[in-house]
Protein backbone atom coordinates (compact mmCIF):
# COMPACT_ATOMS: atom_id res chain seq x y z
CA UNK A 1 0.00 0.00 0.00
CA UNK A 2 1.70 3.45 -1.36
CA UNK A 3 -0.10 5.82 1.35
CA UNK A 4 2.21 8.26 2.56
CA UNK A 5 3.11 8.16 6.75
CA UNK A 6 2.39 11.80 6.88
CA UNK A 7 -1.38 11.21 5.39
CA UNK A 8 -2.52 8.09 6.82
CA UNK A 9 -5.29 8.00 9.29
CA UNK A 10 -4.27 7.89 12.83
CA UNK A 11 -5.78 4.80 14.67
CA UNK A 12 -6.13 3.52 18.28
CA UNK A 13 -4.92 0.30 18.82
CA UNK A 14 -5.41 -0.53 22.64
CA UNK A 15 -3.29 -2.33 25.16
CA UNK A 16 -3.29 -5.17 27.79
CA UNK A 17 -2.14 -4.73 31.14
CA UNK A 18 0.66 -7.55 31.96
CA UNK A 19 2.63 -8.56 34.70
CA UNK A 20 5.23 -10.53 33.28
CA UNK A 21 7.25 -13.65 35.20
CA UNK A 22 9.67 -11.44 37.01
CA UNK A 23 9.87 -8.36 35.52
CA UNK A 24 8.00 -4.94 35.81
CA UNK A 25 4.34 -4.59 34.25
CA UNK A 26 3.75 -4.16 31.01
CA UNK A 27 1.55 -2.37 28.47
CA UNK A 28 1.44 -4.83 25.54
CA UNK A 29 -0.08 -4.87 22.25
CA UNK A 30 0.50 -7.85 19.83
CA UNK A 31 2.58 -6.91 16.97
CA UNK A 32 0.09 -8.41 14.17
CA UNK A 33 -2.71 -6.05 15.24
CA UNK A 34 -0.26 -3.04 15.14
CA UNK A 35 0.84 -4.21 11.47
CA UNK A 36 -2.64 -5.33 10.28
CA UNK A 37 -3.44 -1.43 11.15
CA UNK A 38 -0.44 -0.10 8.96
CA UNK A 39 -0.55 -2.38 6.02
CA UNK A 40 -3.85 -3.81 6.09
CA UNK A 41 -6.04 -0.80 6.91
CA UNK A 42 -3.03 1.70 5.72
CA UNK A 43 -3.04 3.40 9.01
CA UNK A 44 -0.56 4.76 11.65
CA UNK A 45 -1.27 2.82 14.74
CA UNK A 46 -0.92 4.75 18.07
CA UNK A 47 -0.97 2.25 20.94
CA UNK A 48 -3.66 3.54 24.01
CA UNK A 49 -2.25 2.40 27.18
CA UNK A 50 -4.55 0.69 29.72
CA UNK A 51 -4.55 3.67 32.00
CA UNK A 52 -8.20 3.38 33.19
CA UNK A 53 -9.01 6.61 34.75
CA UNK A 54 -6.19 8.39 33.99
CA UNK A 55 -7.00 8.17 30.41
CA UNK A 56 -7.83 11.18 28.96
CA UNK A 57 -10.63 9.92 26.84
CA UNK A 58 -12.12 12.63 25.52
CA UNK A 59 -9.06 13.85 24.14
CA UNK A 60 -7.65 10.32 22.74
CA UNK A 61 -10.80 9.89 20.82
CA UNK A 62 -10.70 13.87 19.45
CA UNK A 63 -7.69 12.63 18.42
CA UNK A 64 -8.64 9.39 16.75
CA UNK A 65 -9.87 8.60 12.93
CA UNK A 66 -10.49 4.87 13.76
CA UNK A 67 -10.28 1.92 16.69
CA UNK A 68 -9.24 -0.84 17.05
CA UNK A 69 -10.22 -3.22 19.68
CA UNK A 70 -7.61 -6.72 20.03
CA UNK A 71 -7.62 -9.93 21.10
CA UNK A 72 -6.55 -11.24 24.84
CA UNK A 73 -5.42 -14.16 26.79
CA UNK A 74 -7.78 -12.13 29.33
CA UNK A 75 -11.64 -12.04 29.78
CA UNK A 76 -13.52 -9.28 30.83
CA UNK A 77 -14.13 -9.55 34.71
CA UNK A 78 -17.70 -10.48 34.76
CA UNK A 79 -19.22 -7.97 37.16
CA UNK A 80 -19.12 -5.75 33.99
CA UNK A 81 -22.08 -7.68 32.98
CA UNK A 82 -23.51 -8.99 36.21
CA UNK A 83 -22.50 -12.55 35.21
CA UNK A 84 -21.25 -15.52 38.23
CA UNK A 85 -18.05 -15.29 39.56
CA UNK A 86 -15.41 -16.15 36.94
CA UNK A 87 -13.44 -20.06 36.92
CA UNK A 88 -10.35 -19.85 39.64
CA UNK A 89 -8.31 -20.77 36.02
CA UNK A 90 -9.86 -17.27 34.16
CA UNK A 91 -7.03 -14.77 33.16
CA UNK A 92 -8.55 -11.30 34.00
CA UNK A 93 -7.34 -7.74 33.12
CA UNK A 94 -9.09 -4.83 35.22
CA UNK A 95 -6.83 -2.30 33.79
CA UNK A 96 -7.89 -2.94 30.41
CA UNK A 97 -11.46 -3.31 31.16
CA UNK A 98 -11.69 0.22 32.68
CA UNK A 99 -9.91 1.51 29.82
CA UNK A 100 -11.70 -0.03 27.13
CA UNK A 101 -15.57 0.05 27.91
CA UNK A 102 -15.77 3.93 28.35
CA UNK A 103 -13.56 4.16 25.37
CA UNK A 104 -16.20 2.50 23.24
CA UNK A 105 -18.74 4.01 23.96
CA UNK A 106 -17.00 7.62 23.68
CA UNK A 107 -15.82 6.61 20.21
CA UNK A 108 -18.95 5.12 18.98
CA UNK A 109 -20.89 8.30 19.86
CA UNK A 110 -18.18 10.91 18.63
CA UNK A 111 -18.76 8.67 15.08
CA UNK A 112 -15.01 7.18 15.13
CA UNK A 113 -14.72 3.64 13.10
CA UNK A 114 -14.55 0.93 15.36
CA UNK A 115 -13.21 -2.75 14.94
CA UNK A 116 -13.53 -5.28 17.43
CA UNK A 117 -11.56 -8.61 17.53
CA UNK A 118 -12.25 -11.90 20.14
CA UNK A 119 -11.84 -10.11 23.02
CA UNK A 120 -13.22 -6.69 21.54
CA UNK A 121 -16.12 -8.27 20.14
CA UNK A 122 -16.92 -9.21 23.44
CA UNK A 123 -15.77 -5.90 24.87
CA UNK A 124 -17.97 -3.97 22.63
CA UNK A 125 -20.98 -5.73 23.59
CA UNK A 126 -20.34 -5.97 27.23
CA UNK A 127 -19.77 -1.73 26.84
CA UNK A 128 -23.78 -1.68 25.22
CA UNK A 129 -24.71 -3.26 27.95
CA UNK A 130 -24.86 -7.02 26.76
CA UNK A 131 -23.50 -10.39 27.91
CA UNK A 132 -21.37 -13.34 28.05
CA UNK A 133 -21.38 -17.04 27.92
CA UNK A 134 -17.77 -17.53 30.12
CA UNK A 135 -17.64 -21.42 28.94
CA UNK A 136 -19.04 -22.07 25.57
CA UNK A 137 -17.55 -25.26 25.19
CA UNK A 138 -19.58 -26.44 28.73
CA UNK A 139 -22.85 -25.38 26.66
CA UNK A 140 -24.98 -28.49 25.03
CA UNK A 141 -25.90 -26.00 22.01
CA UNK A 142 -22.57 -24.84 21.15
CA UNK A 143 -19.39 -26.40 19.65
CA UNK A 144 -15.52 -26.17 21.02
CA UNK A 145 -14.73 -22.83 19.71
CA UNK A 146 -11.40 -22.68 21.31
CA UNK A 147 -8.13 -23.56 19.38
CA UNK A 148 -5.85 -26.69 19.97
CA UNK A 149 -3.48 -25.83 22.39
CA UNK A 150 -1.13 -28.37 21.10
CA UNK A 151 -0.73 -27.13 17.95
CA UNK A 152 1.55 -24.39 16.78
CA UNK A 153 0.91 -20.65 16.72
CA UNK A 154 0.91 -20.95 12.57
CA UNK A 155 -1.72 -23.79 12.80
CA UNK A 156 -3.97 -22.28 15.40
CA UNK A 157 -4.58 -19.31 13.10
CA UNK A 158 -4.49 -20.20 9.58
CA UNK A 159 -7.01 -23.23 10.54
CA UNK A 160 -10.42 -22.56 9.01
CA UNK A 161 -12.17 -24.20 12.21
CA UNK A 162 -15.85 -23.91 11.02
CA UNK A 163 -18.31 -21.75 9.14
CA UNK A 164 -20.08 -18.96 9.18
CA UNK A 165 -23.43 -17.83 7.52
CA UNK A 166 -23.08 -13.97 7.05
CA UNK A 167 -26.80 -12.40 7.39
CA UNK A 168 -27.95 -10.64 3.95
CA UNK A 169 -28.19 -6.99 3.40
CA UNK A 170 -25.27 -6.27 6.64
CA UNK A 171 -22.75 -4.54 6.78
CA UNK A 172 -20.15 -7.62 6.50
CA UNK A 173 -22.17 -8.36 3.37
CA UNK A 174 -21.53 -5.48 1.55
CA UNK A 175 -17.76 -6.22 2.82
CA UNK A 176 -17.98 -9.26 1.64
CA UNK A 177 -20.35 -10.00 -1.24
CA UNK A 178 -18.58 -13.11 -2.85
CA UNK A 179 -20.46 -15.56 -0.67
CA UNK A 180 -23.14 -16.00 2.18
CA UNK A 181 -20.88 -18.67 3.90
CA UNK A 182 -16.83 -18.48 5.05
CA UNK A 183 -14.71 -20.26 6.89
CA UNK A 184 -13.32 -19.02 9.73
CA UNK A 185 -10.36 -19.52 12.39
CA UNK A 186 -11.93 -19.90 16.03
CA UNK A 187 -9.68 -19.05 19.21
CA UNK A 188 -11.89 -18.57 21.75
CA UNK A 189 -13.62 -19.99 24.88
CA UNK A 190 -16.10 -16.76 25.66
CA UNK A 191 -18.93 -15.80 23.71
CA UNK A 192 -22.46 -13.28 23.13
CA UNK A 193 -24.89 -14.48 25.36
CA UNK A 194 -27.42 -11.71 25.30
CA UNK A 195 -26.68 -9.52 22.51
CA UNK A 196 -26.78 -5.86 23.34
CA UNK A 197 -29.50 -3.47 22.38
CA UNK A 198 -29.31 -1.69 19.45
CA UNK A 199 -26.68 -3.93 18.04
CA UNK A 200 -27.55 -5.81 14.75
CA UNK A 201 -26.30 -9.81 14.07
CA UNK A 202 -23.83 -9.78 11.16
CA UNK A 203 -22.90 -13.66 10.87
CA UNK A 204 -23.39 -16.67 13.09
CA UNK A 205 -21.70 -20.10 13.17
CA UNK A 206 -23.21 -23.04 12.83
CA UNK A 207 -23.87 -23.64 15.86
CA UNK A 208 -25.85 -20.55 16.08
CA UNK A 209 -23.12 -18.51 18.05
CA UNK A 210 -22.90 -14.81 17.35
CA UNK A 211 -20.04 -14.38 15.08
CA UNK A 212 -20.13 -10.45 14.09
CA UNK A 213 -22.40 -8.05 15.36
CA UNK A 214 -22.48 -4.49 13.80
CA UNK A 215 -23.71 -0.62 15.65
CA UNK A 216 -27.36 0.29 14.83
CA UNK A 217 -26.86 3.78 16.04
CA UNK A 218 -23.14 4.46 15.07
CA UNK A 219 -22.18 7.35 12.89
CA UNK A 220 -19.68 5.02 11.54
CA UNK A 221 -17.94 1.68 10.77
CA UNK A 222 -18.67 -0.01 13.31
CA UNK A 223 -18.11 -3.88 13.23
CA UNK A 224 -16.90 -6.35 15.86
CA UNK A 225 -15.98 -9.95 14.72
CA UNK A 226 -15.35 -13.22 16.73
CA UNK A 227 -12.39 -14.86 14.80
CA UNK A 228 -8.72 -13.48 14.30
CA UNK A 229 -8.87 -11.56 10.59
CA UNK A 230 -5.76 -9.76 11.78
CA UNK A 231 -3.40 -12.66 11.79
CA UNK A 232 -3.91 -13.01 7.59
CA UNK A 233 -4.85 -10.08 6.44
CA UNK A 234 -2.37 -10.03 3.49
CA UNK A 235 -2.59 -6.58 1.50
CA UNK A 236 -1.11 -8.45 -1.52
CA UNK A 237 -2.53 -11.58 -3.11
CA UNK A 238 -0.54 -15.01 -4.01
CA UNK A 239 0.84 -14.99 -0.46
CA UNK A 240 1.22 -18.11 1.41
CA UNK A 241 -2.15 -18.33 3.53
CA UNK A 242 -4.22 -15.91 1.47
CA UNK A 243 -7.14 -14.72 3.39
CA UNK A 244 -9.15 -12.48 0.94
CA UNK A 245 -12.20 -12.30 3.46
CA UNK A 246 -10.09 -11.04 6.40
CA UNK A 247 -7.88 -8.66 3.96
CA UNK A 248 -11.71 -7.27 2.35
CA UNK A 249 -12.60 -6.58 6.44
CA UNK A 250 -9.45 -4.70 7.07
CA UNK A 251 -10.03 -2.61 3.89
CA UNK A 252 -13.39 -1.20 5.04
CA UNK A 253 -12.23 -0.20 8.22
CA UNK A 254 -9.43 1.78 6.32
CA UNK A 255 -11.56 3.17 3.93
CA UNK A 256 -14.17 4.46 7.12
CA UNK A 257 -10.84 5.55 8.95
CA UNK A 258 -9.67 7.51 5.77
CA UNK A 259 -13.41 9.30 5.52
CA UNK A 260 -13.06 10.51 9.07
CA UNK A 261 -9.78 11.97 8.42
CA UNK A 262 -10.60 13.64 5.44
CA UNK A 263 -14.15 14.76 7.26
CA UNK A 264 -12.38 16.15 10.54
CA UNK A 265 -9.76 17.89 8.30
CA UNK A 266 -11.98 19.82 5.54
Not at 246 to 254: E, V
Request: proline content about 6%; some cysteine.
Amino acid sequence: MSTSIAKRPLIGVNACSQWLPGKHPFFIVGEKYVQSVAQGAGGMPMVIPALGDDLPIEQIVALLDGLLLTGSPSNIEPHHYQGAPSAADSEHDPKRDATTLPLIRAAIDAGVPVLGICRGFQEMNVALGGTLHQKVHDLEEYIDHREDKQASIDQQYNALAHSIEIVKGGLLASIWPESSQVRVNSLHGQGVDQLAPGLSIEAKAEDGLVEAFSVDHAKAFALAVQWHPEWQWHPEKDQVGDFPFYRAIFKAFGDACRARQVSRTN
